[in-house]
Structures are given as structure tokens and as C-alpha cells.
């Protein structure tokens, strides 16, 4: 019998290190080739490393949230045969508690800090290959509330299709409810759901939840943008009749092949020709090297929600788009970051970002920006309001743009120049259509 070490991989990109957001495997385990050992995080996305070999899991190196150096041992196995020779890794270097599951990265520039926070007073972290005690849920927990959607890592969700487990009815005990590899394990075994009904008590846990992986280089990212880039915020309100009216009717008469138009691609379609008039706002501003990238191209992200976290797919070339084709890409792209299956090039490149929270998008937002972009378009919700119109109040239908813009680039003037042609084309929808 030898020993075989697996090393932490060079994903490229120039990636030094990762940080290990999830293990699927501890102490004792036995596992195939090809198996999913771990799940590390770039600074772009979840990279899942399998293993090379068949073996028995002997140690492992690096607790989740720990940031680990490429080419660094990260795990060793039990092999037949000699194994390999990649000498001891070392000790880590602080003690992190580890908390479960993958997630998604968006693109990301800020670079990656290592946490190492003070544990709370009487709590002790169980190590990795240690027995801890395990919240059961099994299949008579009930599903979650309508809209609600179960939040786990792609390893997770992968087994659950695989044993054809519904994720909504599995009861979570991960951070935020995330569901672990535990948690299914339980499901699948039937294990009794907890018992309800009790008695209201005062409620004196506290629970300790490390931020690592997505939920981290997004608070990183947005700490460094609010920092760094001083926002200007201006709002204008649309009157969208004429263009729900028009997207009703599309939508009435569209072919089977084409996906439903919601309003968001005609403003893509709106951000693509105010861009020409205003091209400073799909930029790049690089502040320490004091040089602004202007591109000719509307590289459109678009700030999509999904259960593990905030992603921004891109829509590259959306001024080489017609409205069908923006909409067809739109549900591609937040279908793949749903489901996982999003790509590390679908996320990057974006020269400037739609914002929108839907049905939730309130009357006013303050969107901050995706640096190093500087400029971000956000979109609140469509309302019937009461507007004069010849000589008296009509309904009409009415939605806000509360828009955000580096004021280091983008001048206020220039700022409102660009949402007011936005919004003269989103109230002429015919023009829209117009060859410029």
C-alpha cells in the first residue's frame, strides 16, 4: 500500500490560490476515480476537483475557507501500489471552523483576503473527519414556502437529480439554510423530522457563521466599490404603456421558437443605442493607472439573484442583437446560473450592468457598481399611477430608473443625458426598431 497526495490545481488565469469552500469526502472514506473530493473557489468561480485514483481518504489538508497556494497537498489517499512522492504539506496556518457549501462566483476582482475570525466564547468547531451531531430532516418535512428556493452546492445538487431527491422538501441546517451533503444523506435515509408544535420559549442560541466563498468576494467587491468609487445616483421615471403594449403584442404573436419577452430586453435594447450617442458609460476605468478602456461593444451584465448568491452573466454584443435575440440569450444565460452550469467566460467582460429586482424593485434603488465598470442601470418596478394628460388624470403605466455612475468618469449632466435617452426610446418604442 503507498500513499497518493493530491494537490491544489492550477486552474490558470494566473490563479496563485484558491480558497476550499467545500469537502465532500472525510477521514476514512473510500473513493473512485473521478469521484468530487472538494469544491475550490478563484477569484472568478467554483472549481470541483475530482479524484485521480481509487483510495481511502487518509488526511486532509486545509479546513473550509482556508486559502491554499496552487500546488500545495491538499488531501491524501490510501492506494495500492507505490502512490506518489510530493513531500508533507504544511501546516496550515491558522485553524478555520468549518462551515459547508459551494457556491457560484461572479467575476471578481478584488483580491482575496484570508479570514481567520476570533471563535465565540464556549463554542468548539468539530474538525474535518470528526463525528459532530447532525440535524435530521427527513421526507415528512415540509416544503418550502412558494418562491423559496432551496440553496446548495452543485456536488449536492447533482446527487439529489442523480437519486431523484426534490431539494424543495429537504430541510437544510448549513449557513442560511444551506443544504449539506449531510442534510441528503438524512432525507434519503428517512430519518423523522423534528417533532413541532412546542410551547413559545426564549430563543438564546447564537450561531456562528464564517463568510466564505461567494457571499465573501461579494462583500469584498462591494466594500472596494463604495470605497473607492464616488457614486452619483440619478432617477427618472418611464411611462411604459406604449411599451407593454407593444411587448403584449409580440408576445401574442410570437413563434413557438421564441422565448417570452419580458421588459427587461428592450431596455438592453435601449441601453445599446443610448451608448452610441454616450459612449463614455460602457467603460472600464482603471483608477490607479489613471486610464479609462471605452469599448465600442455593449457588453450588458446583468445582475441575476440566484440560490447561491448574487451572479452577473453577460450578454456580450448585445448592439448586434435584436430583441429576440437578447431575450433568448437573457433566459440562457440566467437559466445557467440558476442551475449552476454557468461558465467562468459567461460571467467576465461585462462594460456595463443592468440592475433589476423584479416584482421586488421597490420605488427607488441605489445600485452600486461593478468595478471597473462605471456606470450600472437599475430598474424598479412597473406601477399604474395617475399622470395628467390632456387636460385630465389618466392610468398609465410607470417604472423608475435609479441609475448609478463612477463621478470620477461621468460627469451628473452627462449621468441624466444618458437616462433621458433611454427613456425617449423606452417611450417611442417604435424607435427602438429604427436602423441608426
Not at 476550499?20 to 475550490?40: L, S, Y
Not at 435601449?270 to 493607472?289: F, G, I, N, V, W
Not at 452627462?414 to 425617449?424: G, S, V
Amino acid at each position: 500500500m503507498g500513499i497518493h497526495k493530491i494537490q491544489m490545481p492550477d486552474v490558470g488565469e494566473g490563479i496563485t490560490e484558491a480558497e476550499i469552500v467545500e469537502w465532500n469526502v472525510k477521514v476514512g472514506d473510500i473513493v473512485k476515480e473521478d469521484d468530487v473530493i472538494a469544491a475550490v473557489m478563484t477569484d472568478k468561480a467554483t472549481v470541483e476537483i475530482p479524484s485521480p485514483v481509487d483510495g481511502i481518504v487518509k488526511d486532509i489538508f486545509g479546513e473550509v475557507g482556508t486559502m491554499t497556494a496552487v500546488g500545495s497537498v491538499i488531501i491524501a489517499l490510501e492506494v495500492e501500489g507505490e502512490g506518489n512522492n510530493i513531500p508533507d504539506a504544511p501546516a496550515p496556518e491558522s485553524e478555520a471552523e468549518p462551515v459547508a457549501e459551494a457556491e457560484k462566483a461572479e467575476e471578481v476582482t478584488a483580491p482575496a483576503a484570508k479570514p481567520a475570525p476570533a471563535k465565540a466564547q464556549g463554542v468548539s468547531a468539530p474538525k474535518i473527519g470528526a463525528s459532530a451531531p447532525k440535524k435530521k430532516a427527513g421526507p415528512s418535512g415540509a416544503p418550502r414556502a412558494e418562491g423559496e428556493k432551496p440553496i446548495a452546492s452543485p456536488a449536492v445538487r447533482k446527487r439529489a437529480s442523480d437519486a431523484g431527491v426534490k431539494l424543495q422538501y429537504v430541510h437544510g441546517t448549513g449557513p442560511a439554510g444551506r443544504i449539506t451533503h449531510e442534510d441528503l444523506d438524512d432525507y434519503i435515509s428517512g430519518a423523522s423530522a423534528p417533532a413541532g408544535g412546542s410551547s413559545r420559549r426564549a430563543d438564546t442560541s447564537i450561531e456562528e457563521i464564517k463568510v466564505i466563498g461567494l457571499r465573501r468576494k461579494i462583500g469584498e467587491r462591494m466594500q472596494d466599490a463604495k470605497s473607492r468609487i464616488p457614486h452619483i445616483t440619478y432617477v427618472e421615471e418611464v411611462d411604459v404603456t406604449e411599451l407593454e403594449s407593444l411587448r403584449n403584442h409580440m408576445n401574442a404573436n410570437k413563434r413557438d421558437d421564441q422565448v417570452k419577452l419580458t421588459i427587461l430586453p428592450f431596455i438592453m435594447l435601449a441601453m445599446t443605442k443610448a451608448l452610441k450617442a454616450y459612449p463614455k458609460c460602457s467603460a472600464h476605468y482603471y483608477d490607479e493607472d489613471g486610464v479609462v478602456h471605452q469599448f465600442g461593444a455593449a457588453h450588458i451584465g446583468m445582475a441575476a439573484q440566484t440560490p447561491g448568491g448574487l451572479m452577473v452573466p453577460v450578454v456580450k454584443h448585445a448592439e448586434a442583437l435584436d430583441v429576440w435575440g437578447i431575450a433568448a440569450e437573457t433566459r440562457r444565460l440566467a437559466n445557467a446560473a440558476r442551475d449552476g452550469s454557468i461558465t467562468r467566460e459567461e460571467l467576465t467582460g461585462s462594460t456595463i450592468t443592468l440592475s433589476s429586482l423584479g416584482r421586488m424593485g421597490g420605488i427607488v434603488s441605489t445600485p452600486v457598481i461593478n468595478s471597473p465598470e462605471v456606470a450600472i442601470v437599475g430598474v424598479n418596478k412597473v406601477a399604474i399611477r395617475p399622470v395628467w394628460k390632456d387636460g385630465g388624470f389618466v392610468p398609465r403605466q410607470i417604472m423608475n430608473l435609479s441609475s448609478s455612475f463612477d463621478h470620477r468618469i461621468i460627469d451628473g449632466w452627462d449621468a441624466a443625458e444618458f437616462i433621458q435617452k433611454i427613456r425617449e426610446l423606452m417611450e417611442n418604442p417604435a424607435t427602438l426598431f429604427m436602423e441608426d
